[in-house]
């Protein structure tokens, strides 16, 4: 047994533990074959780089009384047309409708809000900008907000005019499109399929990852068809698991 298959196999065992959250250890993983998955499932001509993506994307919750807090999507893919937020389950089990109707109410809009900017939703520059504003805000990690704030400033799709104090940045952007997508084990069946297709743009399941991957051109060496292999191998084992078939 390989390194590699050591990893996964530890993965699988421990995904089992009641505590355990696969998610939060596994993303790396889906991270790793990220660009190709969405140049793939998206038909672009672009090719995507690491550079493109931002973990754990705050999304600020609310703009009343100056509230800086807010949420977190797994990933975002800054391409130059569209902007993926992208959510991972490694469960259907963990599939909050919930949740998935509040993001899309905050991307798309919530027509039953009292507040206009909550009815309108959030475009491109109003993300980029609450991120400047929860920078500044009196209890947030400066240091790492600075950092986010540097990966957004490369990100295609976007320009910035900071003035001379650094502190107020015009933003602008090239598009308006954003799309939310959930990475599934398994495409949902029975009542959650509706409820699910109603607030997102796009299912991918882990059918189509492992199809993507496998045929994908980038990850022809040695090293990267046993990262493909052990990978699809976990995936498979994620989407035969009881609790997945709903």
């Given at each position: ?136 805000s009196p209890n947030s990690n400066k ?99 009881k609790n997945n078939l709903l």
């Amino acid at each position: 047994m390989n390194e590699i298959e050591e990893i996964f196999n530890l993965l699988d065992d421990w995904r089992k533990l009641p505590a355990y959250q696969l998610e939060r250890r596994a993303d790396i993983f889906f991270a790793y074959f990220l660009p190709e998955i969405v140049k793939e499932q998206f038909n672009l001509e672009e090719k995507i780089n690491y550079s493109q993506i931002i973990p754990e994307l705050p999304l600020r919750k609310t703009k009343r009384e100056k509230k800086y807090r807010s949420v977190k999507v797994d990933y975002a893919v800054f391409t130059d047309k569209t902007l993926y937020l992208i959510e991972l389950k490694t469960t259907l089990n963990s599939l909050d409708i919930k949740q998935v109707e509040k993001l899309k109410n905050k991307i798309k809009g919530d027509s039953n809000s009292n507040e206009e900017s909550e009815k309108r939703g959030k475009s491109l520059e109003d993300i980029i900008g609450d991120i400047y504003d929860i920078r500044y805000s009196p209890n947030s990690n400066k240091t790492k907000y600075k950092c986010l704030i540097d990966c957004l400033r490369i990100v295609p799709g976007v320009d910035y005019i900071p003035d001379s104090s650094g502190k107020k940045t015009e933003i602008r952007v090239n598009h308006s499109n954003i799309e939310i997508v959930y990475i599934l084990p398994v495409s949902p069946e029975s009542n959650k399929k509706k409820l699910v297709y109603d607030h997102v743009d796009k299912v991918i399941n882990f059918f189509e990852v492992r199809t993507t991957i496998t045929n994908s051109k980038f990850f022809k060496s040695k090293r990267g068809q046993k990262i493909v292999k052990h990978f699809c191998d976990a995936l498979k084992r994620l989407e035969e698991v009881k609790n997945n078939l709903l």
